[in-house]
């Protein structure tokens, strides 16, 4: 079982920059890869960032890339995500979920997730 608790989202003005953290517990956080994925309103949850269990290997959707950066802490159990220069369309509600069957790379499917946060909403305006 891992337990999972986002924090740091809230309203931003667009242009600015919001880190976000998901404290993990459970299961050695250090042997899993994590993801970061959001559902914005009226729309399907999709893809943000991952990242493998030991920050080796960063993926990014394509909507975020230059714009958020993924990564951990292992002694923290934490997994974070930057996010600068927002937009209104980045508005969403954050997930951050873990992929206990994988180590060495991360994946983009939210199928491959296994666990998951309860979410940290973000609005960005205009």
């Known amino acids: 079982q891992v337990h999972m608790v986002e924090s740091g989202g809230g309203l931003v003005q667009a242009g600015g920059s919001l880190r976000l953290s998901c404290a993990a517990s459970g299961r050695t956080f250090s042997s899993y890869a994590m993801g970061w994925f959001r559902r914005a309103p009226g729309k399907e949850r999709e893809f943000v960032a991952a990242i493998s269990w030991n920050a080796g290997n960063t993926y990014y959707a394509d909507s975020v890339k230059g714009r958020f950066t993924i990564s951990r802490d292992n002694l923290k159990n934490t997994v974070y995500l930057q996010m600068n220069s927002l937009k209104p369309e980045d508005t969403a509600v954050y997930y951050c979920?873990?992929?206990?069957?994988?180590?060495?790379?991360?994946?983009?499917?939210?199928?491959?997730?296994?666990?998951w946060g309860q979410g940290t909403q973000v609005t960005v305006s205009s």
């Open positions: 979920a873990a992929d206990t069957h994988r180590s060495y790379s991360a994946s983009y499917l939210q199928d491959e997730y296994d666990y």
